[in-house]
């Protein structure tokens, strides 16, 4: 079979929808990324929360996935996950990481940046004990990045634990699942601009407060 050659060099996207200026942001990082991630969600941008996490590997490679943001406050930016994963491992190596939103029907992207610590044991029971049974179950099934002998390990695993828990609807968290927060130093605003000349704003954590800088396309 004969594969379509597609003109990657031909893909182009105008980016016409506005401008980010000085005089139009907000003075706290966190507000501003608050602003918006309402109007993403205002625009109905699909899964406004999915984040591409990266870390650093044991070898010193980047590593990338995608995850939701679950959490936002002062703390920074909190996701949850297995601690057991490759991205549990890499944050317990080298706790420094990144984070980015794309939202493309804004034209929009930010880039965050900075130390990941985990939650309390606490925040990470509430937020497991909230999410659907099946999710939960999911999470007690999965071995998460380990390697498995095919899918029906993780099928038969699960039927178990339905079998299990079937007359109940809590589900004890285990102790290698939780959260993280990725607590900024600093974010970058995006905004799609013509001519290839998009607007950049930076915003970086000096003591209590955010020093704000524009960067060249």
Do not use: C
Request: aromatic share 10%; glycine share 6%; proline share 5%.
């Amino acid at each position: 079979m004969t594969l379509k050659q597609t003109d990657m060099a031909a893909i182009r996207v105008e980016y016409e929808m506005g401008q980010l200026n000085e005089d139009g942001i907000l003075p706290d990082a966190i507000a501003q990324f608050r602003k918006w991630f309402d109007e993403a969600i205002e625009r109905q941008v699909m899964e406004p929360n999915a984040m591409t996490l990266s870390t650093v590997s044991t070898t010193g490679r980047p590593s990338s996935r995608i995850v939701l943001l679950k959490q936002l406050d002062d703390s920074g930016f909190g996701f949850f996950t297995n601690y057991q994963s490759q991205k549990g491992m890499e944050l317990a190596t080298n706790p420094y990481a990144a984070l980015l939103f794309f939202w493309p029907e804004l034209q929009r992207q930010v880039r965050v940046a900075g130390r990941v610590e985990k939650m309390s044991a606490a925040l990470s029971e509430t937020y497991f004990q909230s999410r659907p049974k099946g999710n939960k179950l999911g999470s007690v099934a999965s071995p998460q990045s380990q390697e498995i002998a095919g899918r029906d390990v993780l099928d038969a695993h699960l039927a178990q634990l339905e079998a299990q828990y079937q007359d109940t609807e809590y589900i004890p968290r285990p102790t290698h699942w939780g959260g993280y927060w990725l607590v900024p130093d600093s974010l970058e605003f995006w905004q799609g601009g013509r001519s290839r000349l998009h607007d950049r704003l930076v915003y970086e954590k000096q003591g209590e407060h955010w020093t704000i800088k524009r960067l060249a396309p």
